[in-house]
């Protein structure tokens, strides 16, 4: 084998900027809600780039697009790929670079190395971000794993209030065929994806191989307490629900802070009844993300924050309630693909680490039906799912080196 | 004198009753903002109640309904009433009783002891509840103390985005008359209220003379961080504004519990930016009300947080800046005035305790242009802003005997 992979800087800045046009949004954002005109021009756009790369290009029943390379050898896929669809506003490099990676990969090697022993994919999966639904997290990659129930199309609504099937239907999918985008063929996936976090910038290191997805839950909790007059309610005969909230979100943040990384703890949402100034809060809604990537650790996180709040929620006689959301199981990386793609950036003079990720992606989907690894690229500032986010063309070579060197490992 | 006030029960509960009529809002609510329609009606049926006992009514410039019992002797008047205005929705006691207790006693004192000595007058103010202009707050008083500048028909709008001299103009006021509702002929303001807190409940009193209301401060603070995935940015290098607020506001609510009665500390309000459960906010506004009837408590208190506002921000390396809102003084009341009403009391056979009032009132305004005092009655489990606010006829009937004997006291 050749050491040196040659990937092309011009192409992987014009793929980037050219679908940053596509749902542009003031001078860095993009706006790409899934099935919208701007999302369907991006696909359209990455399956051209697919036919012009010589890779047969498909459609699926949920709009995932597909591009392959037949192997001489026929067998299971090994697959990479990522999504287009953006947060409301989102940057350029959420996702998008992980699609343009495998496509810019497959096209590499076939020009560098002809035709593969065993089959190559790229795919550009539909609505990783819940753009448009918030109950349709992961909806491309949840029907190519077979686990969308036919309920969803019905029970999952838009924030314009529209059933997720009746969507489909008026863009011209047909809702009814989705089981047709099951797929029980792919042996392998990988996924590169921009860090979202600060830790590659911080070491001056372009590339992590990513040994695990972190486990997380989202609790929606109610604090419910009583309604009484700013002035007139002594501070001692309080039910005060917001107090309540407070001492929960500063305990929380200080236990997941205490245990230390990879431990984090975030309150992003709160609603307040009837969140007027003078008025102690009748109720508080808010949220606590809580995640960790090792599974006893992450029982322990869960199990400290929730006697916590029943703690203060009983001494401070609140009624406290809660549902869980977002609930995902830690997702350690196939160990055999993580030793290769590190073999593969050393092979590739690409300075690496190896990091857990503290994000959720497609991978997680993907995880329950075929091997699993990821790659990260520096994020500037650490910053993602905003316009401001950054990743240079000169690290994102990078890691599509050691992405197509790994896949020519695997599949030459 | 007699030492008896005798007051009908029936008239009382006739009145709180028929007036709950307009804008009834559910079984027990009522929902009347300022010069809607059944803002209106409500106003009307005070002037004609007040027609109907034998006082000259008046109407000034911004709505305020007036009723007059001349004195023999002339001079400046002896004033008491409150507002028929609501929260959104709001119960049937808050305000009204104020203007129904002051109704019955100079219809009372009329038919027990014919013409006054003083002239004795019952007011309906407009607008203290902010119910449709949150700026216009104590709009009626202050338009009898002759404290709205002009720009403020222009700069005031309403939930509706309207200016409040453009509604005035729509139900036929003449806003440039607002000079002309101002009084300089008021010796003594007396208002009777709801108490709006648990302290005569808790201790079986039906009254209480208030010695002076509470000085206030709203705090809006704008706490600024930096919005960052809330998987990928470890805890220790997070600038969450959430974290800040929540310690802010556990440690506010803490100064003022320990700081003891009277005062008080209460986060109301909160808007978090972007609220997504999965993303560190960038930024959170909050607001802090502090109150404190005794001048250098209050400052200490003021002082206190703001240190801790400061330090807290500085910490943890968030960007605070804050709005006051809301900045009132304290208002003693006038000390001659809270020993006759006690004697009052006394004299009526009425038990009574003497107490700070922790909310503000009309007679905030009244205070700048006239010796002012209160009375509150009991609020049942100390509610009030809500519909389920309640006060007993019967208790009702011991604020008005000790509110007409003082009368009787001051103007015979």
Redesign the interface.
């Known amino acids: 084998m050749t050491n040196e992979i040659r990937i092309d800087p011009a192409l992987v800045e014009n793929y980037i900027m050219t679908l940053a046009q596509y749902g542009a949004h003031g001078e860095t954002g993009v706006w790409r809600p899934v099935y919208s005109p701007a999302w369907f021009a991006a696909q359209d756009q990455i399956a051209t780039w697919c036919e012009d790369a010589g890779l047969m290009v498909h459609r699926d029943a949920v709009g995932n697009v597909w591009g392959r390379l037949e192997g001489a050898e026929g067998g299971k896929t090994i697959l990479s790929g990522s999504h287009v669809d953006s947060q409301l506003p989102g940057g350029r490099y959420d996702g998008v670079l992980g699609v343009l990676s495998a496509l810019v990969a497959l096209k590499t090697l076939k020009e560098q190395f002809g035709a593969p022993r065993r089959t190559l994919e790229v795919v550009s999966f539909c609505e990783e971000e819940s753009s448009r639904f918030s109950q349709a997290r992961h909806w491309g990659s949840r029907a190519v794993a077979g686990a969308i129930e036919p309920e969803a199309l019905e029970s999952v609504i838009s924030y314009d209030g529209e059933p997720i099937g009746q969507v489909m239907r008026d863009v011209g999918l047909d809702p009814d065929r989705i089981a047709d985008a099951k797929r029980d063929d792919i042996d392998i996936f990988i996924e590169l994806h921009i860090?979202?976090?600060?830790?590659l910038e911080e070491q001056g290191i372009p590339v992590a191989v990513v040994s695990g997805i972190?486990g997380?839950r989202?609790y929606?909790i109610d604090l419910q307490g009583r309604?009484?007059?700013?002035?007139?309610?002594?501070?001692?005969?309080r039910r005060?629900p917001?107090?309540g909230?407070?001492?929960i979100?500063?305990t929380a943040?200080e236990t997941?802070?205490r245990m230390g990384?990879?431990?984090?703890?975030?309150?992003?949402?709160?609603h307040?009844e009837p969140?007027?100034?003078?008025?102690?809060?009748e109720k508080v809604r808010f949220?606590i993300?809580a995640?960790h990537p090792n599974p006893d650790q992450r029982e322990l996180l869960y199990a400290r924050h929730e006697a916590m709040f029943k703690e203060v929620a009983s001494r401070r006689d609140l009624e406290i309630s809660w549902t869980l959301?977002?609930e995902q199981p830690p997702r350690p990386s196939d160990p055999e693909l993580v030793s290769l793609f590190q073999q593969a950036a050393t092979d590739q003079n690409v300075p690496f680490i190896t990091m857990q990720?503290?994000?959720?992606h497609d991978a997680n989907r993907m995880a329950d039906i075929s091997r699993m690894v990821m790659l990260f690229v520096q994020s500037k500032d650490?910053?993602?799912?905003?316009p401001a986010e950054f990743t240079s063309v000169e690290h994102a070579v990078e890691g599509i080196r050691v992405l197509t060197a790994g896949l020519r490992r695997l599949a030459y």
Chains 1, 2 share one sequence.
């Open positions: 860090e979202q976090g600060p830790l972190t997380i989202h929606h309604a009484d007059h700013a002035g007139a309610r002594p501070m001692d005969l005060d917001m107090a909230a407070a001492e979100i500063s943040v997941a802070h990384r990879p431990a984090v703890t975030t309150c992003g949402m709160m307040v969140n007027a100034a003078s008025i102690v809060p949220t993300d995640r959301g977002a990720s503290g994000a959720v650490g910053r993602s799912h905003t």
